[in-house]
T-cell receptor, first 114, second 111 residues
Framework: KAGVTQTPRYLIKTRGQQVTLSCSPI?????VSWYQQTPGQGLQFLFE???????NKGNFPGRFSGRQFSNSRSEMNVSTLELGDSALYLC?????????????FGEGSRLTVL | DQQVKQNSPSLSVQEGRISILNCDYT??????FLWYKKYPAEGPTFLIS?????DKNEDGRFTVFLNKSAKHLSLHIVPSQPGDSAVYFC??????????FGTGTRLQVFP
């Protein structure tokens, strides 16, 4: 069974640009969550999607947005990039939203903002 | 506000000895706790979990202890192996809601 796949793995952007990251969950998983990892901050929850609907949202500005498609694939977008947006963005999937248990993470997309 | 805290950013342990990683939380309503391990350039992988109705869960070399009165969680690794060197994150959830992670502890196991 293929794991969670994130693309691109690495990217460099400049301030003011926007970026779109993609995540393909494990086959059969319908819930996709996004996390931001920065040094000293751990994993900060961005949002969770289930059945194309945003189920939960973390404390991030509106520049951070996401969506989920009918095949459960998800994208997240960051507009008007700032230097502080440099981070590892992790996507995780699980079979259903609201299911106690583990998340399955992808390898992440490392974003550098110059 | 950091609801899940890992106050030790790093820990160094000799191979064969016990590694104890600690985690504190502030929300007494959390009902499920998990530990994840993360190697460089890889995503976090699930290690072990515990429900709030239990105080101990064991899986091979890994044991998680939960002290609800102290709002404290710990992960014991016995015996520690060099392959255990990684960053360990604890996480908590409430009513099957989103997972809230700590800031991580970097464990180094040396020969």
């Amino acid at each position: 069974k293929a794991g969670v796949t994130q693309t691109p793995r690495y990217l460099i952007k400049t301030r003011g640009q926007q970026v779109t990251l993609s995540c393909s969950p494990i086959s059969g998983h319908r819930s996709v969550s996004w996390y931001q990892q920065t040094p000293g901050q751990g994993l900060q929850f961005l949002f969770e999607y289930f059945s194309e609907t945003q189920r939960n949202k973390g404390n991030f500005p509106g520049r951070f947005s996401g969506r989920q498609f009918s095949n459960s694939r998800s994208e997240m977008n960051v507009s008007t990039l700032e230097l502080g947006d440099s981070a590892l963005y992790l996507c995780a999937s699980r079979p259903y939203s609201g299911l106690t248990g583990e998340l399955f993470f992808g390898e992440g997309s490392r974003l550098t903002v110059l | 506000d950091q609801q899940v805290k890992q106050n030790s950013p790093s820990l160094s342990v000799q191979e064969g000895r016990i590694s104890i990683l600690n985690c504190d939380y502030t929300n007494s309503m959390f009902d499920y706790f998990l530990w994840y391990k993360k190697y460089p350039a890889e995503g976090p992988t699930f290690l072990i979990s515990i429900s709030s109705i239990k105080d101990k869960n064991e899986d091979g070399r890994f044991t998680v202890f939960l002290n609800k009165s102290a709002k404290h969680l710990s992960l014991h690794i016995v015996p520690s192996q060099p392959g255990d060197s990684a960053v360990y994150f604890c996480a908590a959830s409430l009513n099957t809601d989103k997972l809230i992670f700590g800031t991580g502890t970097r464990l180094q196991v040396f020969p």
